[in-house]
T-cell receptor, first 112, second 114 residues
Framework: GENVEQHPSTLSVQEGDSAVIKCTYSDSASNYFPWYKQELGKRPQLIIDIRSNVGEKKDQRIAVTLNKTAKHFSLHITETQPEDSAVYFCAARDNYGQNFVFGPGTRLSVLP | DAGVIQSPRHEVTEMGQEVTLRCKPISGHNSLFWYRQTMMRGLELLIYFNNNVPIDDSGMPEDRFSAKMPNASFSTLKIQPSEPRDSAVYFC????????????FGPGTRLTVT
């Protein structure tokens, strides 16, 4: 089955700097890669996703890139703000399974 | 829509007791997922339903866990008997269908088994 790894497990950046979180997946059949943000004590919420026919997608300060050959994808947050502090989960879904496999999460702290 | 509704929000019970967690998905959503979140194991999928039918329960840890979806607007996750290692936050999520649809998570049930 699918296995998703995520790095780093924790990340601290100064406000205004950029943050990058990387994920790798094992199943080459995976074709959909969402990113979820979970604030402390709250539920995970989708912030951006990318499909395998696209190499990059942007939404304001957030972008995701996908390298299918290397089987990795990354989340990029620019001009970080304190409200970006949260745990971020990547996930992968393949054509055959109907569920997501989540990475272990990255705890991002944006320092004022 | 009120979003995915879960009850109770917090549950404290003694080892050996039966625990029932409840979920109401977003109206019109055909897929429902139960997750367990712990510090050690992260976010794990336990089971998911499509059109009220269980599709994959391979994540259910053992026979003490069972889940039902008697209709499109209600699902339960039952643990009997409960054990301290079941302590976790249990999330229910729903989506429009199987595939590349956003999963909307409920607020979660924090379960503590003493």
């Amino acid at each position: 089955g699918e296995n998703v790894e995520q790095h780093p497990s924790t990340l601290s950046v100064q406000e205004g700097d950029s943050a990058v979180i990387k994920c790798t997946y094992s199943d080459s059949a995976s074709n959909y890669f969402p990113w979820y943000k979970q604030e402390l004590g709250k539920r995970p919420q989708l912030i951006i996703d990318i499909r395998s026919n696209v190499g990059e997608k942007k939404d304001q300060r957030i972008a995701v890139t996908l390298n299918k050959t290397a089987k990795h994808f990354s989340l990029h947050i620019t001009e970080t703000q304190p409200e970006d502090s949260a745990v971020y989960f990547c996930a992968a879904r393949d054509n055959y399974g109907q569920n997501f496999v989540f990475g272990p999460g990255t705890r991002l702290s944006v320092l004022p | 829509d009120a979003g995915v509704i879960q009850s109770p929000r917090h549950e404290v019970t003694e080892m050996g007791q039966e625990v029932t967690l409840r979920c109401k998905p977003i109206s019109g959503h055909n897929s429902l997922f139960w997750y367990r979140q712990t510090m050690m194991r992260g976010l794990e999928l336990l089971i998911y339903f499509n059109n009220n039918v269980p599709i994959d329960d391979s994540g259910m840890p053992e026979d003490r866990f069972s889940a039902k979806m008697p209709n499109a607007s209600f699902s339960t996750l039952k643990i009997q008997p409960s054990e301290p290692r079941d302590s976790a936050v249990y999330f229910c999520a729903s989506s429009l269908g199987q595939g590349e649809y956003e999963q909307y998570f409920g607020p979660g049930t924090r379960l503590t088994v003493t």
